[in-house]
């Protein structure tokens, strides 16, 4: 079955603009309360708005995942049958691109690996998920610029590389990666980084190309001020550290710069999660003569090291 994309979504969000987002703002109460009223009406943007709530636990309650899945395919005009999927032509693109999400991480990575039992997928065999979801991955980027389905594509390609013919430039899954982290997504500029982190410690030839490299996605991520890259990138700069995935490290004190490190541990805290307690933790440790007169700001932020993460909290009291 051809997915496809008429359009006729974006009468759909004009609704959701006008009714909601123009008289409530985007994240308010009121708001997300009238996304889920309009998402009853069945209106596709709508629906996916509602759907977003629930996988990035807006709401509270069970299943979330679970329970966005059947929004996402309902926004995506997708139905799951005996035979593989039927798409109406009206749905939402994004949609495609999570749906396509789902079967790639279902119950193996990301916040999906341990989600709830989804009958459509466990249907699939696992070539199944991802020749639907590079189907769906393409039929977004025919609609919309996304650098998450660019790499969505690339992690497929990358698992199963006969289905590079299906690209029209043959494209790698390394490219896919590059022109998705370059697209400003962060988690293809951190894996990627990961990499060139992974060729420094193993010493390889060139090392300062796969440094700049490193800086390089590094540097996307935490401008966008993604937490675990502006901390990594601030340790770089204040020790010179450059940790591979196996935990090897190596310090590299040519390119220490003490201004750009307490610049990117503060870009850490600007969006936090668990990640940002790794950066306070660091202006503690390094910066300690910022606190040693300004106690409520010491208090402050250990505060927030024990919200956002318990273990370094019991690191950071050692201090």
């Not at 591979?244 to 999660?273: E, M």
Request: glycine share 4%; proline share 3%.
């Amino acid at each position: 079955m051809k997915i496809t994309c008429n359009n006729t979504y974006k009468a759909d969000e004009a609704v959701l603009n006008e009714t909601v987002f123009d008289k409530y703002g985007y994240s308010s109460p009121s708001a997300e309360r009238e996304i889920i009223c309009l998402a009853l009406t069945g209106n596709k943007a709508a629906l996916k708005s509602y759907a977003d709530l629930l996988f990035y636990r807006k709401i509270p309650c069970r299943d979330n995942y679970k329970k966005a899945f059947p929004l996402y395919c309902e926004s995506a005009g997708i139905t799951f049958t005996e035979d593989g999927i039927t798409c109406t032509g009206d749905g939402t693109p994004l949609s495609f691109y999570f749906i396509g999400y789902y079967l790639v991480n279902y119950r193996c990575e990301s916040i999906l690996k341990k989600c709830e039992i989804i009958e459509e997928i466990e249907r699939l065999t696992r070539q199944e998920r991802l020749e639907i979801a590079l189907d769906l991955a393409l039929a977004t980027l025919s609609a919309i610029r996304s650098p998450a389905a660019v790499n969505l594509i690339g992690r497929i390609i990358n698992e199963l590389p006969s289905l590079s013919e299906k690209l029209d430039e043959h494209a790698s899954a390394q490219e896919c990666f590059e022109d998705a982290a370059e697209g400003g997504y962060v988690y293809a500029c951190n894996n990627l980084a990961a990499r060139e982190a992974d060729m420094i410690v193993r010493g390889s030839d060139d090392i300062t190309e796969h440094v700049n490299a490193f800086v390089h996605y590094l540097t996307i991520s935490a401008d966008r001020y993604e937490p675990y890259a502006a901390n990594r990138l601030g340790l770089f700069y204040m020790t010179g550290e450059v940790r591979s995935s196996s935990g090897d490290t190596v310090h590299l004190h040519d390119y220490i710069n003490i201004p750009f490190a307490k610049k990117y541990f503060q870009k850490a805290l600007v969006y936090p999660d668990a990640n940002s307690a790794w950066a306070y933790f660091n202006l503690i440790k390094y910066f300690h003569k910022d606190y040693d007169t300004n106690i409520d700001l010491l208090n402050e932020h250990m505060e927030c090291i024990r919200e956002l993460n318990p273990v370094v909290y019991d690191i950071a009291i050692e201090l």
